[in-house]
């Protein structure tokens, strides 16, 4: 079975595009409930990403993780039936009441657990795959060992986030709207993804935007996994993440055509990592926390 | 209706007891092991059985913290420990892991488990999921408004528990990984280094737009709730939290008695007034270094809910002794130096029973008999001759005059 390459793109009209350079699968956000995406789209727009991939053979998943309100319930369960008609393939999803209410629509089978940080061990994964979900995303923080002893012990489906600039941080909070108010700046920052920080200390420059769901902020470095593709593979991932944020739908092409060139050939993973580091120095590209063992005290 | 719990943080076994003392009517200890704040910890599993054999005789509860996100090593041990935790009469375990929530059902079924905010529930919907797994309690994300809990519990099946006071995470609680990025410590496993509050330039495309003299931090004043506590009683909450295991003894006593007041009142008499609010202002200023606001219960923190270019308020009052004991026939008291202080200083004492009651600092005293002049070494023990009602477990502050304002 081929191995699933997920991306986000960054209209509709990139599918095509993003297909023939060896993506299997489109992520996207919807209206109703905005969410860090690259694209959000109406009812419409979703049947027309369901015609396109279809066409195309392949998967339509949809970003649903949103922290939700009490008062967004009624939507929530209005969107998950409009998802069910459409005929998405998978729904990223955060928060648990999405399975409450996917489970009595009985459409558990569609879910794909995104708790960003929360799956760093086998046994927790397996409890969540457990409830009948279709996948489980790996955390971005945990190291290539651990990724490797998770996938080979759990039964299912997990995913990893092989490339791109990981979430570091989400607030509800309108944090840049809030400091520019406090400076007394107009300057646009809603929406603004050209935005970054830099620590008064260090030199990371470090991705932040705001949008209606918060305020979110992305590491100071772009992971990228070309080297432990077949490490992957060999645990028994199927299913690879490229996180797109701060791309544009080039660079993103060429990046899949990368990755699944690396697939045919692991024994191109270094060269391609080496090249990345070469070519691509403003993204600071590195291996994350793969080979890093981040403390569990001070 | 039965009582909304109050919840305190127990940093070791001295404030476990004070804090109880002061009012708690539960509080939240993390152990060595599973436990984020883990250098906050000093809990053996002996320490733990002493702290819930003292919190049952008070008639109080103890909570344990087992909220680390494990990775693939933190697993060993684990079972033992909550058996432990439940052999030793522990009422109810915090817990972030579904895994860890299942296995502590299995093996430990005397534990109730509570669902820590480390999950960011926000809703029933999630509620409804950890009632059908068997939990017991979740506690609430931050990030709730006061609109959203009280539409929450509606249709809430299980008890919830709010945070009324303390620290605020910036992010949605364990979703933020800024830590381990920037220092490599993790935030989920006890190391978190508290990078949002450090100070940031911000540019747009290579052009700063930051100012140089108020750089850009993800830095949140500190949550307080009390004028939403009348709303959130009536709504139902079981419990109120106060967050702070690294606080001083003198801040939990402050902190947890002013809840308790405040509880008291509006449970005896259905109302709470702005003098009541004014005291416990009055109060909380005289031990917080750091501003507080009322979170998200007002809705969406605003520009004046955050810490820009500064990061602390300063105490109205300085805690200086711990009453030992007093002896009513002498009207001597026994005093643990806490800070320095001196004959004649103004000087207010508090205590479980003992409403606020200034007087001077008289003549002091070693335990020698020889006269101090200045109570400058911590911890020293002292006489002195104090013509109020003192009782062991009191506390003495030193009057200063600093803001006494909060919000």
């Known amino acids: 079975m081929e191995e699933n390459i997920i991306v986000s793109p960054y209209t509709l009209a990139d599918i095509e595009k993003l297909y023939d350079a060896g993506a299997t699968s489109i992520l996207v956000g919807i209206d109703a409930f905005p969410f860090a995406s690259t694209i959000y789209v109406n009812h419409d727009e979703l049947k027309e990403a369901r015609k396109q991939t279809k066409a195309l053979g392949m998967n339509l998943y949809v970003n649903l993780n949103a922290f939700f309100m009490e008062h967004d319930i009624d939507v929530l369960v209005k969107e998950l039936k409009v998802l069910k008609d459409v005929g998405v393939d998978g729904i990223y999803f955060t928060d648990l009441a999405v399975y409450t209410e996917a489970k009595k629509l009985d459409m558990t089978d569609l879910l794909i657990y995104n708790p960003d940080t929360l799956l760093t061990n086998h046994l927790d994964v397996q409890e969540y795959l457990n409830l009948g979900l279709q996948m489980c995303t790996l955390a971005s923080e945990i190291t290539l060992e651990d990724v490797v002893s998770i996938a080979s012990k759990v039964t299912g489906r997990v995913e990893v986030i092989v490339h791109g600039r990981l979430s570091m941080m989400h607030s509800k909070r309108t944090l840049l709207t809030n400091y520019m108010r406090f400076i007394n700046s107009d300057h646009p920052v809603v929406d603004n993804k050209r935005l970054y920080l830099i620590e008064e200390k260090r030199d990371d420059h470090m991705p932040i935007f705001e949008d209606v769901s918060g305020t979110h902020m992305y590491t100071g470095f772009t992971l990228a996994s070309f080297e432990e593709m077949d490490d992957f593979v060999k645990a028994g991932i199927r299913d690879f993440r490229i996180e797109s944020m701060f791309s544009n739908v080039d660079e993103l092409c060429r990046i899949i055509k990368d990755y699944r060139y690396v697939l045919k050939h692991p024994e191109s993973g270094r060269a391609f990592y080496q090249e990345y580091e070469r070519n691509f120095v403003e993204q600071h590209i590195t291996k994350g926390f793969l080979y890093t063992k981040t403390g569990a005290k001070k | ?407």
Request: proline residues 3%; charged residues 25%; aromatic residues 10%.
């Open chain 2, 1 to 407: 209706m039965s009582k909304v719990e109050l919840l305190a943080p127990a940093g070791d076994l001295a404030r476990l007891k004070i804090a109880i003392r002061y009012g708690a009517n539960a509080v939240y200890l993390g152990g060595k092991k599973f436990s984020l704040r883990s250098r906050a910890s000093n809990f053996e599993i002996a320490d733990i059985a002493e702290g819930v054999e003292f919190a049952h005789a008070h008639g109080a509860h103890v909570h344990v913290t087992v909220n680390m996100l494990p990775h693939e090593e933190d697993l060993e041990g684990l079972e033992a420990y909550l058996k432990d935790l439940e052999r030793v009469g522990v009422d109810a375990i915090i817990v972030a892991s579904f895994h860890i929530m299942k296995l502590a059902k299995q093996v430990a079924p005397n534990l109730e488990v509570h669902v820590s905010t480390q999950h960011s529930s926000t809703n029933s919907g999630v509620i409804d999921f950890y009632e059908s797994q068997g939990m017991n309690r979740v506690v609430l994300a931050r990030e709730c408004t006061l609109d959203d809990v009280k539409t929450t519990m509606q249709h809430a099946k299980l008890p919830v528990e709010v945070f009324i006071h303390g620290g605020m995470c910036i992010s949605y609680s364990g979703r933020c990984t800024m830590s381990n990025s920037m220092t490599l410590r993790d935030a989920n496993r006890g190391g978190c280094a508290q990078s949002c509050r450090w100070k940031y330039k911000l540019y747009d495309a290579g052009t700063p737009i930051y100012k140089e003299d108020h750089l850009f931090s993800m830095s949140s004043k500190d949550l307080n709730a009390m004028r939403f506590l009348p709303e959130l009683i009536d709504a139902g909450v079981a419990s109120f939290k106060i967050e702070g295991r690294m606080k001083s003894p003198y801040y939990l006593a402050t902190v947890v008695r002013s809840y308790r007041k405040l509880i008291d009142t509006y449970e005896q008499t259905g109302v709470l007034s702005d003098a009541d609010y004014a005291w416990v202002v009055k109060e909380l200023a005289k031990a917080e270094n750091r501003l507080t606001g009322p979170g998200f219960y007002a809705g969406l923190p605003k520009v004046e809910d955050h810490l820009y270019g500064v990061n602390g308020a300063g105490v109205s009052q300085e805690f200086i002794a711990y009453v030992l004991d007093y002896d009513d026939a002498t009207n001597m008291a026994k005093l643990e130096v806490r800070n320095n202080f001196t004959t004649n200083d103004q000087a207010e004492a508090f205590g479980p029973s003992l409403d606020n009651t200034y007087f001077t600092i008289d003549t002091l005293y070693d335990e020698e008999g020889q006269i101090v002049d200045v109570a400058r070494n911590p911890m020293q023990v002292l006489y002195t001759k104090v013509d109020i009602k003192l009782k062991k477990h009191d506390m003495i502050r030193k009057v200063m005059t600093k803001r006494e304002s909060v919000y």
